[in-house]
């Protein structure tokens, strides 16, 4: 299993990006994907994910309305889109992957096990 992050750098406030992952050794048929990020300080958190098969897909709460997540299974590629950024959104985003379950994907970052590298957002005027 392997992924691989890009698409950060550096937006001004209320600016937009999205990222990618490309991903590889394993099916979304059979995996939850999604996005976390962590920012200096903090614990890692969840952002966004989507259940194998898309299913079903979660935001936490301080994103919804501004970020999409999305995939495109021909390109092994999951996305997310990020609009009208904030200062708060400044982070190193990741992308996980697990094992699914066939429940709704969880966006606890301890309940996946493969991760990227990471891509480094900064938001700053």
Known sequence: VQLVESGGGLVQPGGSLRLSCIHSGFSLDYYDIGWFRQAPGKEREGVSCVSSE???????????????????????????????????????????ARRSYGTSCPTRPYEYDYWGQGTQVTVSS
């Open 54 to 96: 898309g299913g079903s897909i979660n935001y936490v709460e301080s994103v919804k309305g501004r970020f999409t997540i999305s995939r495109d299974n021909a390109r092994n590629t999951l996305y997310l889109q990020m609009n009208s950024l904030k200062d708060a959104d400044k982070a190193v985003y990741y992308c996980a």
